[in-house]
């Protein structure tokens, strides 16, 4: 029949009535976003599936330290262990809060664990004095110039501070990448893209060429301009695999959470020898800087029967697990750097079914035919010209411009961490405000986005920054990037009002 009806579909001689045209529309639509969601899926379970192996890998070193401590503590220390068992149940639940998110400064969190442990051990050490709480913080502040614990706790937090900042962010940035995939992949068509997507798939049923494929290029040129947002994610969205890559090589090198929380229990039993061992001398340094306490009433017991045989700790390397985990991320998010600008081409040949290039009788959106146009580059500020689908350049999807900014926070957690910086996972509000918008980044992160051949470089080769006074959250570090990242917002929010 005659196709003057036709909306959408060329106005040629038809098989379509207007309610099938219609129909072929709603279908259309509805095809090409299950399309999206289905690509996206598959990236949401690689990421997933990597959140859940290291996740899985870094809980169970954790419990194997945890669980060693409790099996080998009670039969090496007897009762100084037994009855202060709760200060080191509650140092593993800290970790373990930390680890999950929870806004802990890990430092205080170590440091407060060393102070009451040292006040516990102090009055077993010497239970025929009667000691006051006023008297263990005069204890406390005079003992820790004489590092009763050895250089243990020292050296512990500067390496497990790095560990954990390091898993955490890394755990971290692959559920931020899913929870981004899943929301940009349900971005729902436009009314013009619903057309164009229709012309694509189902005009050629209309004019009776059901058999006949869409040229690759005008495939290409529909999905890139319905997905133009989409792909402005790209740039972003690379930075973030990049720089878990980079935290990758961190985990499994400088900041190795095998050999450091793998150990904890055998450090913490270090530091208890150390502070046995030169008993004698640290309460004596003590009383001459507090006094001597009170004879206690309830008479004195011996300490050293209290302490038992030596029982050998070992730690139970799973460094080669360690390996290959990280082998196989760093695989897979290499895999996903270009997902977002490889989309439509993967939509086009694997979905779609397009023809290929020089294809001359393949369906051009009004015959059987070759396609001429040239196709259009990626990204929304490329699709001005875009000769199958009107896109207003103007208008950015703001969802899709929001989970930009979410790609972007956690780059610089990972750049963060990647220099040993703590940062607050609590919500978008604290990283505006405190984790900067990138420059406080090494070179092997942020980098990237000036590097012209960033796969030449070997980030693990970086040293490690000293510690200048500062701690993991240290101000300095972060009060340029902060005020930088304050400006950023602010202009997201003005072109926000522009945009509306």
């Not at 893209?193 to 040229?215: D, E, N, Q």
């Not at 999905?223 to 973030?240: F, H, I, M, P, R």
Request: net charge neutral; proline share 4%; with cysteine.
């Amino acid at each position: 029949i005659l196709g003057e009806h036709l909306r959408i579909c060329p106005q040629g001689y038809t098989c379509c009535t207007s309610e099938m045209e219609e129909n072929f529309a709603n279908k259309s639509r509805s095809e090409f976003e299950a399309m999206v969601k289905e690509a996206g899926r598959s990236v949401q379970a690689t990421l997933t599936a990597q959140h859940r192996s290291f996740d899985s890998y870094f809980q169970d070193l954790l419990n194997k330290s945890e669980k060693a401590l409790y099996d080998a503590f009670p039969s090496m220390y007897g009762e100084l262990y037994t009855q202060n068992m709760k200060v080191f149940k509650d140092l593993y639940s800290e970790l373990r809060r930390y680890y999950r998110g929870s806004n802990i400064n890990l430092e205080e969190a170590l440091n407060e664990f060393w102070t009451r442990l040292l006040e516990r051990l102090f009055k077993v050490m010497n239970p025929q004095y009667h000691i006051t709480d006023e008297y263990l913080d005069c204890m406390v502040k005079h003992a820790e110039q004489h590092r009763p614990f050895g250089e243990v706790p020292r050296d512990l937090k500067v390496k497990a501070t790095r560990a954990f900042i390091a898993a955490r962010s890394y755990a971290q940035g692959f559920l931020v990448g899913s929870d981004v995939v899943k929301k940009v992949s349900q971005v729902s068509l436009s009314q013009e893209c619903t057309r164009a997507i229709m012309k694509l798939m189902y005009c050629p049923h209309c004019r009776g060429m059901a058999s006949v494929k869409p040229c690759n290029n005008y495939c290409l040129n529909v999905v890139k301009g319905c997905l133009a947002n989409q792909a402005d994610l790209s740039t972003e969205w690379k930075y973030l695999m990049d720089s878990l890559i980079v935290v990758a090589d961190r985990i499994d090198g400088p900041y190795n959470v095998d050999t450091v929380i793998g150990t904890i229990h055998m450090r913490i039993a270090e530091a208890i020898s150390n502070l046995q061992e030169n008993k004698d001398s640290i309460t004596a340094k003590v009383f001459q800087g507090c006094g001597n306490p009170k004879i206690s009433t309830r008479g004195s017991s011996s300490e050293d029967k209290k302490r038992r045989g030596k029982v050998a700790l070992e730690a139970r390397s799973s460094a080669q697990a360690l390996e290959m985990l990280v082998l196989d991320a760093k695989g897979n998010l290499t895999a996903l750097k270009t997902y977002w600008i490889t989309l439509p081409g993967s939509l086009c040949s694997k979905k779609v079914m397009a023809s290929s290039a020089a294809d001359d009788k393949c369906w051009n959106g009004m015959t059987k035919g070759s396609y001429l146009p040239e196709v259009m580059g990626d990204g929304l500020a490329n699709q001005i010209n875009n000769p199958e689908v009107e896109v207003d350049i103007t208008k950015p999807d703001m969802t899709i411009r929001q989970q930009i900014m979410q790609l972007k926070i956690m780059t610089n957690r990972l750049g963060n961490a990647n220099i040993g910086n703590d940062v607050d996972f609590q919500d978008a509000s604290d990283d505006m405000s405190g984790s900067g918008s990138g420059d406080s980044c090494p070179d092997d992160v942020c980098g990237k986005r000036l590097s012209k051949s960033p796969s030449t470089r070997q980030p693990e080769t970086h040293a490690i920054p000293k510690q200048s006074g500062h701690g993991v959250n240290g101000a300095s570090s972060r009060s340029l990037p902060s005020a930088f990242l304050l400006l950023l917002l602010v202009a997201f929010i003005a072109t926000q009002h522009l945009w509306r």
